[in-house]
């Protein structure tokens, strides 16, 4: 596997979603990590991604903002945008610290972790047990077709990267969960070893596929897909290529 070749959770999920798009958004990665004047994704255009962004620090800073209060059996005052959503969520931790109010708070939030081939940022990371196991969560807006790769690909990350100095006595992965902040759903799974190996050989796959240089002729897209992001930049890649071919 070639050497310095790693791969953020965004671009995994890119990948999985079409290979032409994953090349793009590498090359705009590697741009920006170049200095050259290209941001490092597009999404950061689009209102909606701008709402999801600003509820992900919402969630990352409820522990501090509100932890007292949960703790004191005091109910947080919310107010604007989103106070339904947000008291969901307030009346799922409520629920959570009265069942465990010992493993309540996360360990880590918004981690950022990278080992040798793969990289990304852990929304929220419990501990579940005194047994050294902890619980990864990601929050989403509503459901998604690869939600449980995103959690996989967090686990074998954590895994490859424990034990961790951010997360003392944490030693094993042993649950992974969404929380769909649109619907107030939240679900938890518990993950087996035989789980992790099994994505780790799909992973192992799919960077060979990755680094096959004729790859992205191989998706079924056929460049019209207004709705996706890279659309425009996937069509002029088209106009050019055709082109230089009817150059010759
Ligand atoms: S327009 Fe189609 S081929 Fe291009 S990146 Fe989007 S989905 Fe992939």
Redesign the pocket.
């Known amino acids: 596997m070639e050497e310095g070749f790693t791969i953020s959770k965004t671009e995994f999920i890119a990948y999985l ?5 994953f090349y ?1 958004l590498k090359e705009l990665n590697n741009d920006a990590k170049s200095g050259a004047t290209w941001i490092t994704d597009l999404t950061d255009h689009r209102p909606d991604i701008q709402e999801g962004l600003k509820w992900h620090q919402w969630f990352n800073d409820f522990y501090n903002k509100y932890g007292e209060d949960i703790r004191n059996g005091v109910y947080p005052i919310i107010n604007g945008k989103d106070e339904i959503l947000k008291k969901k969520f307030i009346d799922l931790e409520i629920k959570r610290y009265n069942n465990s109010p010992q493993f309540w708070e996360p360990i880590g939030t918004e981690f950022m972790l990278n080992d040798n081939y793969l990289k990304g940022k852990i929304d929220r990371i419990d501990k579940v047990n005194e047994q050294g196991h902890c619980r990864i969560i990601e929050y989403k807006k509503n459901p998604g077709f690869f939600d449980k790769e995103e959690l996989l690909f967090y686990t074998l990350l954590l895994s490859n990267t424990l034990p961790h100095p951010g997360l003392p006595g944490i030693i094993q992965v042993t649950q992974i969960g969404t929380y769909y902040y649109n619907i107030g759903e939240f679900n938890i799974d518990s993950i087996s070893l035989n789980e992790r190996q099994k994505f780790e050989q799909f992973l192992h796959n799919i960077r060979k596929e990755m680094l096959q240089p004729n790859l992205a002729k191989n ?1 079924n ?5 207004t709705n ?4 425009e ?3 002029r890649i088209r106009i050019e290529k055709t082109d230089i071919l009817s150059d010759f």
């Open positions: 979603h079409c290979s032409f798009k793009i998706q897209c056929n460049f019209k897909r996706c992001l890279y659309h930049i996937c069509r």
